[in-house]
C-alpha cells in the first residue's frame, strides 16, 4: 500500500506537488510540510493514479473555490454535466464536486473524472442512497457495507476529497431535536444520515465505524472533508447548539484522522449573518485545531432568490478575511432549481472575487500587487491591460468591444472627459512614468 502524502512527509519525504504549490503561492516547501503536518493545510490528491493539478487548502494560502455541479431526478444529461465542468474549470474554479443523484450517477462521475485536473470531491451517501432505492424502493435499507463499499468504489475512481458525515450523532440529534428549528436540516447527506438513524435506531454508521472508514481513505489517501449535517439552512437557525454540537464532535474525528495518516477539512455554515460569520470561522478553527475550513457561501440573508450567489460572495469575502479557507460557491439558482452552465460561470467568478477580496486582508503574497498593477494600467489607459488582468476576461472584454469608441482615449462612461486622462495631461504626466499608486 502507498503511503499517504501525510505519512511522506512524517517520514521526511517531500512529494513532489508541493514544488508546485510553492512556486504558485510563494511558499517555501518547509513551511508548507510543517502546516500540512500540522493539520492546518491539505493538498487533495488521490494516489489513483489520475493526474491531479497540486493544489494546496489552508494556512497562509490562497482561498480557494469549489464548483458543485450534479445530476438530479429531474435533470439527468451527460453533456449538460460535462458542459457545466468545462464552465467551472474555465472560469477559474480550484475544485469541483460532483453531487449527482439522477441516472447513471457511476458512469457520470467516471466521464467527469477523466475531464477533470483539478481536486475532485464527492458526496459518497448520494450514490449509496441512490443505490439502495434503485434496489429495494428505499434509501434506508442500506446497510455500513454498502456505505464503506461506495466509498471504496469512488476513491479507487479517483476522486480526491470526500465528504463524510461523520459527525452527525445520536447525541447532535438529540440535541437538535430538543431544541427545535425554523428548517430543521438542509443538508440531503444529513438527512439521509438522520433518516437512516431515526429507522433503524442505531448510531451514525460512519460515527460508529470512523476506523473502517479511515482505513479506506490511507488506502487510496483521499482527503477527507468533515461534512456538517446540521449546518443551518436561515439565518434564525445560525450559530445554534445543534451546530455547534456536529462540530464539537468534527474536531475530535479530525484529531482522530490526521493521527492516522489522513489529510481532513471541516465543512462550515451555511446561512449565517455578517455580524456572526467571523466568529464562527474562529470557533470552527479553536474547535478543530486549525484544520481547512470550508464553508457553503455563507449566505448573509435568505431573501435573495435568484441573486444568491451575491449573498455567498459577500459572506464568503467576510468568511474569508476571518480564516475560512475553501469557499464552495453558491448559484444564482440555489433554491430555486437545478443550476445551468451559466449560473456555475457566474458562481465561480463571483466567488473568486469573494476570495480575492479575502487574499487582500488576509496578506497572501501576490494578491495586493494583482491590484496595483490594474491600477497602473488603468492609469495608462491601458485596455488590453485591464481585460487581461480581470478575473472575468471574457465578461470584461465583451462589454469594452460593444461600448469602446475609437474617438476618444477613455471608455464611453466619461469619453473626452476621462479623468485618468485629463490629470495626467494637465499634470504632464505621461504614459510608462507611472511607477506606484
Not at 502507498?2 to 511522506?8: A, N
Not at 462521475?109 to 470531491?121: K, M, N, S, V
Amino acid at each position: 500500500m502507498k503511503p499517504t502524502l501525510l505519512q511522506l512527509l512524517r517520514d521526511g519525504v517531500i512529494p513532489e506537488q508541493l514544488n508546485q504549490i510553492s512556486s504558485d503561492e510563494q511558499r517555501s516547501v518547509e513551511s508548507l510540510a510543517e502546516d500540512i503536518l500540522r493539520g492546518s493545510t491539505v493538498v487533495p490528491a488521490g494516489n489513483s493514479g489520475r493526474y491531479v493539478r497540486p493544489t494546496g487548502i489552508g494556512r497562509g494560502l490562497g482561498t480557494k473555490v469549489n464548483a458543485n455541479i450534479g445530476s438530479s431526478s429531474e435533470s439527468v444529461s451527460e453533456t449538460a454535466e460535462l458542459e457545466k465542468l468545462r464552465a467551472a474549470l474555465h472560469a477559474g474554479a480550484d475544485a469541483v464536486m460532483d453531487l449527482s443523484t439522477g441516472g447513471d450517477v457511476k458512469a457520470l462521475r467516471r466521464t467527469l473524472l477523466a475531464a477533470c485536473d483539478i481536486p475532485f470531491g464527492t458526496v459518497p451517501i448520494y450514490e449509496a442512497t441512490v443505490a439502495a432505492r434503485e434496489k429495494s424502493g428505499s434509501m434506508v435499507t442500506m446497510d455500513v457495507d454498502d456505505l464503506m463499499s461506495v466509498v471504496e468504489h469512488q476513491a479507487s475512481e479517483g476522486v480526491d476529497f470526500m465528504t463524510i458525515h461523520a459527525g452527525l450523532t445520536r447525541s447532535a440529534l438529540d440535541e437538535l431535536q430538543a431544541q427545535g428549528r425554523l428548517v430543521d436540516v438542509v443538508s440531503r447527506g444529513g438527512a439521509f444520515m438522520i433518516a437512516w438513524m431515526l429507522h433503524h435506531d442505531r448510531e451514525n454508521p460512519f460515527y460508529e465505524h470512523f476506523d473502517q472508514l479511515l482505513e479506506i481513505m490511507i488506502r487510496w489517501d483521499v482527503t477527507l472533508s468533515l461534512g456538517d449535517g446540521l449546518r443551518p439552512g436561515c439565518l434564525v437557525d445560525a450559530s445554534d447548539r445543534a451546530q455547534f454540537s456536529e462540530l464539537v464532535t468534527l474536531g475530535k474525528l479530525a484529531k482522530r484522522a490526521r493521527e492516522a495518516g489522513i489529510q481532513t477539512m471541516i465543512e462550515g455554515p451555511g446561512h449565517v449573518p455578517l455580524q456572526d460569520i467571523e466568529a464562527n470561522v474562529k470557533m470552527a478553527k479553536k474547535l478543530t485545531s486549525g484544520a481547512p475550513f470550508y464553508v457553503l457561501g455563507p449566505l448573509v440573508t435568505d431573501v435573495a432568490p435568484g441573486y444568491d450567489h451575491i449573498t455567498a460572495a459577500i459572506g464568503g469575502a467576510l468568511a474569508g478575511a476571518a480564516g475560512a479557507d475553501f469557499l464552495c460557491y453558491v448559484t444564482a439558482a440555489e433554491h430555486l432549481g437545478l443550476p445551468g452552465v451559466e449560473d456555475v460561470r457566474q458562481a465561480v467568478v463571483v466567488s473568486r472575487i469573494a476570495a480575492h477580496a479575502a487574499d487582500i486582508a488576509k496578506g497572501i503574497p501576490g494578491a495586493i500587487e494583482w491590484d496595483r498593477q490594474m491600477a497602473l494600467a488603468r492609469k495608462s489607459l491601458d485596455w488590453d491591460g485591464q481585460i487581461n488582468l480581470a478575473i472575468d476576461p471574457d465578461t470584461a472584454r465583451a462589454i469594452y468591444d460593444d461600448r469602446h469608441s475609437d474617438s476618444v482615449d477613455g471608455c464611453s462612461m466619461c469619453g473626452d472627459l476621462c479623468a485618468m486622462k485629463l490629470v495626467s495631461d494637465y499634470l504632464g504626466v505621461r504614459e510608462g512614468e507611472i511607477t506606484g499608486c
